[in-house]
């Protein structure tokens, strides 16, 4: 006589098989997105114990939706759904470096030219695997039965347990770290820093992914309502910023060189070199430029605009989130204010990307102007603005972007055998330097241009962990002499008072880029003068380390502390 599964029997199968599989999911993830070709890190016991947990509390909570759902085949629904979930989580990362965010959800109608940059990602072997195993698992509704009563109050309990359980395992991590505190509000991304820090990731390791939709919500509403939470600046933090920040003048500042700020996407500093970019290496050994070649990036939530936000201000971004999308209503200091003409910014998108309509005037630029995104174009119509008389211009670049499509354009040689991105990244750069070229030669043979202090860097290292060790080994492998895990941008910088090309081998920062062109332009009497040092003084010590200034600047944004 053949056994045959109850309903409520049934319901509880689905259950057990789907809160398993949920469960096993949610480690693959971790482990290709957080662990997969790093150094292991050394968890404790009970750190292992809340990250596991939250993971079981993750896989409750969905497989509860079995005791709602007469029909059963909706799970399978519910399953490819999570499964696309994780899927686009891991593209995200492998491009961003970080996982999907309420930023990205806030730049989603704003996609162009990035398109392909997302879907170049996906690695088919690795992403593939979630829905396969949906799949198996869907093969149990063969022998199942697909319609059975509802049971609400066991849903209710089930929700209840992977409350209770997740509260479990911020408990355990809080008793192991003596800098965690308990907070109760577990869906507010923001009041998760004092719990696991403002690393998002490491949140998200200890929630499980699939809680981060809840963080992402109630994220998005606060920035499309300005509603941030406040973290006022302490007595100490006054006193730190009075080193920085000069509020009586001693004479008011006036700029007395002309400037331009050009941003090329994505560069890294190994890319300079003769054979890559040999217009811009031509110019780091001119005589009256200043070179720095190990600046260390420090970005956060939104690459490109905290790039020109350091650059441009000498403010570090907030710690969770885009500035230029929570907090473009501020006011922000910058030499770009200080311009008696009009200043210009040349846009390789339209001015949504990154919220520029309200972050260019922010940091002084009267007018924008959209461009193509053929770098050659750029760099044409910045040689015609200088013949116009146009003095104060910031351009910022895109073709570079990943996956380097503008690659075509090269004429540079390279194998074939060489890994698609290492290939494409280095065509892309070496096809970027022949427009650069433009400008290099006019910037050589203008009396006009010569005049000007021209600010040339990298907004944001570009390439993934996982593709930068792939171009790490070819290049080891064929003795290329190339060392792209050390992914530190250039900073280039000409001045007609800058003589005898001074070189910088030290490490520094992006925060260090604002102080040190402050002081070429004649605004040595301007009250802010950021969290960095002038890396051409060598004489000047820092008065404030990086670690410091993170969460210093962060507070200066929130409490928008320079509209006095």
């Known amino acids: 006589m053949k056994y045959k599964l109850s309903d409520k029997q049934s319901s509880w199968l689905v259950f057990g098989l789907l809160a398993l599989l949920i469960f096993g999911q949610t480690l693959l993830f971790d482990y290709f997105a957080f662990r997969a070709g ?9 750190e292992i114990t809340s990250m596991i947990l939250s993971k079981i509390a993750a896989a409750v909570l969905f497989a509860s939706f079995v005791f709602l759902l007469r029909d059963k085949r909706w799970i399978l629904l519910l399953s490819f759904v999570i499964d696309t979930w994780f899927i686009a989580n891991l593209i995200y990362m492998r491009n961003n470096h970080i996982l999907l965010d309420a930023e990205a959800f806030n730049m989603s109608g704003n996609l162009h030219g990035y398109f392909w940059s997302v879907l170049i990602y996906i690695e088919w072997g690795i992403d593939l695997m979630f829905y396969v195993l949906t799949g198996l698992f ?5 022998i199942l039965p697909k319609k059975t ?10 929700v209840g347990l992977s409350v209770v359980l997740r509260l479990v395992g911020e408990w355990c991590y809080v008793s192991d770290n003596s800098t965690a505190t308990y907070d109760p509000a577990p869906f507010i991304r923001e009041h998760r820093e004092p719990v696991y820090g403002t690393h998002f990731p490491t949140t998200v390791q200890h929630t499980s992914v699939l809680y981060s939709p809840l963080y992402i919500t109630t994220d998005y509403y606060l920035m499309i309502n300005g509603l941030q939470p406040n973290r006022p600046l302490t ?9 920085l920040d000069r509020v009586m003048l001693e004479k ?8 331009i700020i050009v941003l090329l996407e994505s560069l890294e500093n190994w890319v300079v070199t003769p054979q890559i970019m040999p217009n811009l290496y031509r110019l780091t050994q001119n005589e009256h430029v200043f070179y720095a070649n190990s600046i260390h990036t420090q970005i956060v939530g939104a690459p490109s605009a905290d790039g020109q936000m350091i650059v441009n201000t000498g403010l570090l971004p907030i710690n969770a989130g885009g500035t230029c999308l929570h907090y473009y209503q501020n006011t922000y200091p910058g030499i770009m204010t200080l311009a008696p003409d009009s200043a210009y910014c040349l846009l390789p998108h339209d001015t949504c990307v990154w919220n520029q309509t309200h972050m260019s005037p922010a940091y002084g630029y009267d007018t924008t102007i959209c461009y193509s995104d ?4 750029l760099f ?3 040689d015609s603005m200088v013949d116009d008389g146009i003095r104060y211009i910031q351009c910022i670049t895109q073709s570079t972007h990943a996956p380097f499509v503008n690659e075509k354009y090269s004429r540079l040689a390279l194998p074939k055998d060489m890994p698609w991105v290492m290939y494409n990244f280095i065509r892309g750069f070496n096809a970027l330097d022949d427009g650069l070229g433009y400008f290099i030669r006019k910037l050589e043979t203008d009396p006009k241009l010569q005049q000007y202090t021209i600010v040339i860097t990298g907004d944001h290292r570009i390439l993934h962990y996982e593709k930068r060790q792939q171009m790490q080994d070819y290049s080891d492998k064929h003795n290329m002499g190339l060392e792209p895990a050390n992914d530190c941008l250039p900073l280039i910088i000409y001045s007609p008072k800058i003589k005898n090309n001074p070189r910088y081998t030290e490490d520094a920062y992006q925060m260090d880029i604002f102080p040190t062109y402050k002081a070429l332009v004649g605004a040595k009497y301007y009250h802010w003068s950021g969290f960095g040092i002038n890396l051409m003084d060598s004489t000047q010590k820092r008065l404030i380390t990086e670690d410091e200034a993170y969460p210093l600047s962060d507070k200066m944004i929130r409490n928008n502390y320079f509209a006095r």
């Open 149 to 158: 009563e509802r049971q609400g109050w066991v849903w209710l309990g089930m």
């Open 235 to 243: 007595d100490k933090d006054r006193s730190m910023i009075g080193q």
């Open 380 to 382: 044409q119509k910045l």
């Open 138 to 142: 869907g093969l149990i509704f063969l």
């Open 252 to 259: 008011a500042p006036q700029l007395d060189s002309p400037l």
């Open 38 to 46: 790093l150094e292991p890190e050394a968890y404790s016991g009970l």
């Open 374 to 377: 053929v770098d050659t174009i």
